[in-house]
T-cell receptor, first 114, second 109 residues
Framework: EAQVTQNPRYLITVTGKKLTVTCSQNMNHEYMSWYRQDPGLGLRQIYYSMNVEVTDKGDVPEGYKVSRKEKRNFPLILESPSPNQTSLYFC?????????????FGEGSRLTVL | GEDVEQSLFLSVREGDSSVINCTYTDSSSTYLYWYKQEPGAGLQLLTYIFSNMDMKQDQRLTVLLNKKDKHLSLRIADTQTGDSAIYFCADAQGGKLIFGQGTELSVKP
């Protein structure tokens, strides 16, 4: 089954404790991206990657890092999480972006930073 | 920067038509999209329209695009309780999608 898999789905952590949210897709997509979803703000892009070893900042990259060492994986790293990073995070991938914009989304990772 | 705006809530009765509206600012948009997010799930592409089209129909869904006013709408005919979800419009700009805030559609039986 074609899918984007994120882990963990739910996480509660404390300020300053490094964490990684993993994302993996099995569709051989070149493009991958991370978004955060906050009430009233919609989805905002954190980082994206057009292919292996190519990553770029989105609209809200501060406090986040990413890597793209393999085509299928695109982990999101929070080196020192803060409460303002409490949010719902989505990973997405696409094979034909941006021409059709058909992004395939993971089910989301709800992160709470205390 | 470029912006995409939607109203946050819409409530309709089952069987009625729903119209979800969106405005955008980028005059160079080539594609505009509608995504649906069901509770506890990620977004799924519902439909899209190319900027040289005025209308696109797909079963119960009708997308209308007014380029002059930079206005996009999604009409859902015969709305069902299963249509309850958050609907996002999105605009492809410079290699990325800019999403609106999302409209939460509530369908009452």
């Amino acid at each position: 089954e074609a899918q984007v898999t994120q882990n963990p789905r739910y996480l509660i952590t404390v300020t300053g404790k490094k964490l990684t949210v993993t994302c993996s897709q099995n569709m051989n997509h070149e493009y991958m991206s991370w978004y955060r979803q906050d009430p009233g703000l919609g989805l905002r892009q954190i980082y994206y990657s057009m292919n292996v070893e190519v990553t770029d900042k989105g609209d809200v990259p501060e406090g986040y890092k990413v890597s793209r060492k393999e085509k299928r994986n695109f982990p999101l790293i929070l080196e020192s999480p803060s409460p303002n990073q409490t949010s719902l995070y989505f990973c997405a991938s696409s094979s034909n972006y941006p021409n059709t914009g058909e992004l395939f989304f993971g089910e989301g990772s709800r992160l709470t930073v205390l | 920067g470029e912006d995409v705006e939607q109203s946050l809530f819409l409530s309709v009765r089952e069987g009625d038509s729903s119209v979800i509206n969106c405005t955008y600012t980028d005059s160079s948009s080539t594609y505009l999209y509608w995504y649906k997010q069901e509770p506890g799930a990620g977004l799924q592409l519902l439909t899209y329209i190319f900027s040289n089209m005025d209308m696109k129909q797909d079963q119960r869904l009708t997308v209308l695009l007014n380029k002059k006013d930079k206005h996009l709408s999604l009409r859902i005919a015969d709305t069902q309780t299963g249509d309850s979800a958050i609907y996002f419009c999105a605009d492809a700009q410079g290699g990325k999608l800019i999403f609106g805030q999302g409209t939460e559609l509530s369908v009452k039986p």
